[in-house]
Nanobody, 120 residues
Framework: QVQLVESGGGLVQAGGSLRLSCAAS????????MGWYRQPPGKQRELVAR???????NYADSVKGRFTISRDNARNTVYLQLTGLKPEDTAVYYC??????????????WGQGTQVTVSS
């Protein structure tokens, strides 16, 4: 299966920006729907943004207007541009790849995560 590796996290002040990257490697045989999720301390993992194989996007209400998801299929990479960061954005951010092959068969892959910490 494909391996996903996130990078770009770090410590920033409120109002700052970061760009997260998720690089796919391995035996890549198709284009996946991609997403970014996050897990704040003590909370459940939640969807941040998704981008389909043809480029359609959607966002969680909490990040609309501040975060932008994009992909470069030639480089097997998906990005998340985070701007106007708030302390409540602090979380581990995870990259996800999904593809359904049949009604009972699918691939659902996750990276190891990258920490984003926003200070007040």
């Amino acid at each position: 299966q494909v391996q996903l590796v996130e990078s770009g996290g770090g410590l920033v002040q409120a109002g700052g920006s970061l760009r997260l990257s998720c690089a796919a490697s391995g035996n890549i045989g198709s284009i996946y729907d991609m997403g970014w999720y996050r897990q704040p301390p003590g909370k459940q993992r939640e969807l941040v943004a998704r981008i389909t194989s043809d480029g359609s996007t959607n966002y969680a209400d909490s990040v609309k207007g501040r975060f932008t998801i994009s992909r470069d299929n030639a480089r097997n990479t998906v990005y998340l541009q985070l701007t106007g960061l708030k302390p409540e954005d602090t979380a581990v951010y995870y990259c996800n790849a999904y593809k359904r092959y049949s009604p009972i068969s699918a691939v659902d892959l996750w990276g190891q995560g990258t920490q984003v910490t926003v200070s007040s």
